[in-house]
């Protein structure tokens, strides 16, 4: 009889909660989204991003590859090719199937 009781009222807690979730919901996303719209305009953190914004090319130039290496667009040729050579050296080192093997 006492789990009915402990039952019922853990029912009624939840539901309680629930009620007051819902009704808080609508003005905490509002609040969220004036938040959201005064980062992305006055601080930028959330406009400005490293990556590289846009399509590519469909054969890669120059000026994409110093895109996607994050070099400048003056870095002399072997600069980039002593780069690219890190990278895929690293990317088979970390590979995710080299772990299986």
Same mark, same amino acid.
């Given at each position: @009889?006492?789990?009915?009781?402990?039952? =019922? &009222? =853990?029912?009624?807690?939840?539901?309680?909660?629930? *009620?007051?979730?819902?009704?808080?919901?609508?003005?905490?996303?509002?609040? @969220?989204?004036?938040? &959201?719209?005064? @980062? #992305?305009?006055? #601080? =930028? +953190?959330? #406009?400005? #991003? /490293?990556?590289?914004? =846009?399509?590519?090319?469909?054969? @890669?130039? /120059?000026?994409?590859?110093?895109? +996607?290496? $994050?070099?400048? !667009? !003056?870095?002399? /040729? !072997?600069? +980039?090719?002593?780069? &690219? +050579?890190?990278?895929?050296?690293?990317?088979?080192?970390?590979?995710? $199937?080299?772990?299986? *093997?």
């Amino acid at each position: @009889m006492a789990s009915v009781v402990v039952v =019922g &009222l =853990g029912l009624a807690a939840a539901g309680f909660a629930g *009620r007051q979730v819902l009704r808080v919901a609508p003005q905490v996303a509002q609040k @969220m989204s004036e938040v &959201l719209k005064t @980062m #992305s305009s006055e #601080s =930028g +953190i959330l #406009s400005s #991003s /490293k990556y590289h914004k =846009g399509g590519f090319e469909p054969t @890669m130039s /120059k000026r994409e590859a110093t895109l +996607i290496l $994050d070099v400048s !667009n !003056n870095a002399p /040729k !072997n600069k +980039i090719k002593v780069f &690219l +050579i890190f990278v895929s050296g690293c990317t088979q080192t970390y590979h995710v $199937d080299q772990s299986s *093997r």
